[in-house]
Every structure is written in structure tokens, then in C-alpha cells.
């Protein structure tokens, strides 16, 4: 997806937090962030946003957002939330796992 022009990688300066960005015309969506140690990702992730913006992007999608339960899932969506934009309602429609 690199190689085609349809996704990127941002590193910070020492490479101890990567993050892939896959995109299309509209919209970036921030695929996974990885980091050693309590690495902070928010500079990785603004300029992320701000590299997208030049690619034409007009929306950052930062996914699924919890708002009760597991502790650690809430945590990440407090992540998230942080870059402000709005929160969107999303249904998924599937099959019920067994």
C-alpha cells in the first residue's frame, strides 16, 4: 500500500513509536501505532493528521471508540478523543459469533 501510494509510515525521531496511515482521496485512517516502552504517541499522530491534510485528506478517522468496560480500551479512546473532531455513531451489522 506504501509503494502505492496508498498508505504511509510516520516515525518520531528515535524510531521508538512507528504508526501506518492507509488513506484514499478523502479520508486518512489511522491503521496501528506501535512504540517501546510509555513512548507518548500524540506528536506521531499530529503530524500524521497534518501529512494527510497535505495529501488532500479532509477527515482523520482515529476507529472504534469505548465509552464503558475495559479499562485499557478506554484509555486509548481517551487517546483519541484528545485530537478533537467529532464522535460519530457508527452500526455494524453481522453474523453473531458462536
Known amino acids: 500500500m506504501i509503494r502505492q501510494n496508498q498508505a504511509f509510515v510516520y516515525t518520531n525521531y528515535d524510531k521508538s513509536a512507528m504508526g ?5 482521496k ?3 485512517y489511522y491503521g496501528v501505532n506501535s ?6 504517541s500524540h506528536p ?3 503530524s500524521a493528521i497534518l501529512h ?3 495529501l488532500g485528506c479532509r477527515e482523520f478517522e482515529l476507529g472504534e ?3 464503558k ?6 484509555d486509548i479512546s481517551y487517546f483519541k478523543r484528545g485530537f478533537g473532531g467529532s464522535t460519530k455513531l457508527r452500526l455494524e451489522f453481522g453474523k453473531e459469533k458462536e
Open 20 to 24: 501506518l496511515f492507509i488513506h484514499d
Open 26 to 28: 478523502n479520508t486518512c
Open 35 to 40: 512504540s517501546c516502552g510509555d513512548e507518548i
Open 44 to 46: 506521531l499522530v499530529w
Open 52 to 54: 494527510a491534510k497535505t
Open 65 to 67: 471508540q469505548k465509552f
Open 69 to 74: 468496560g475495559d479499562e485499557k480500551l478506554m
